[in-house]
């Protein structure tokens, strides 16, 4: 992954639920300004710009408070100046024989290839930060304009495809440097 030419130009696209599982294998969370660091050391980058996909419960759907995760959405855009991409996780009721029941989707495989191919002009390399081989159709499309994919998951969440798709993989969980942050904890559940 390295080379000398320190004038490139990275962006990352972080699928959170993706990245969310690993953290969940590590019992840690992340800590982004030193991710981002890492990933600029990593790959020799001039300029690095990190896209942070989620989507999130809409309020009064959980039996806890949703204010820390629109803190930490404020912390990457105004801390870390990350762009932030999230979305209301949409609620499907179903209905069979088995029962009644709420389905929920949050997928946001749709906007990572939009920013992607949009901004393909504005980088040298890509930072996939996902292991849905979904996205191997989108990996050669962008390898075929002549930029590099560097796939960046871990052993448990990710694809063949995409582990191979690209130009190089990095397992996260192997990832020597110091990324992580503090550890995680069940959450307190709120009393109703």
Do not use: C
Not at 59 to 65: A, I
Not at 94 to 106: L, Q, R, T
Not at 160 to 185: F, P, Q, S, V
């Amino acid at each position: 992954m390295e080379e000398n030419n320190n004038q490139k130009i990275i962006y990352v696209f972080i699928d959170a639920s993706n990245l969310w599982e690993t953290q969940k294998v590590k019992g840690k969370f992340f800590d982004f300004e030193k991710l981002k660091f890492y990933l600029k050391k990593i790959h020799n980058a001039k300029d690095i710009k990190i896209f942070y996909y989620t989507a999130y419960p809409a309020d009064g759907t959980r039996d806890y408070s949703l204010s820390g995760k629109h803190k930490f959405f404020t912390y990457l855009k105004k801390g870390l100046v990350f762009i932030v991409r999230k979305k209301e996780i949409k609620r499907i009721s179903i209905h069979n024989e088995i029962g009644d029941f709420i389905e929920e989707k949050g997928n946001m495989d749709v906007e990572i290839s939009i920013d992607m191919i949009h901004f393909k002009n504005h980088y040298d390399e890509v930072v996939l930060f996902s292991g849905d081989s979904d996205f191997l159709a989108l990996v050669n499309y962008i390898k075929n304009a002549n930029k590099k994919v560097y796939i960046y998951s871990s052993k448990n969440n990710i694809s063949e495809e995409l582990r191979t798709g690209g130009n190089g993989y990095k397992d996260i969980l192997k990832i020597e440097d110091d990324i992580w942050g503090r550890e995680l904890k069940h959450r307190e559940q709120n009393d109703k």
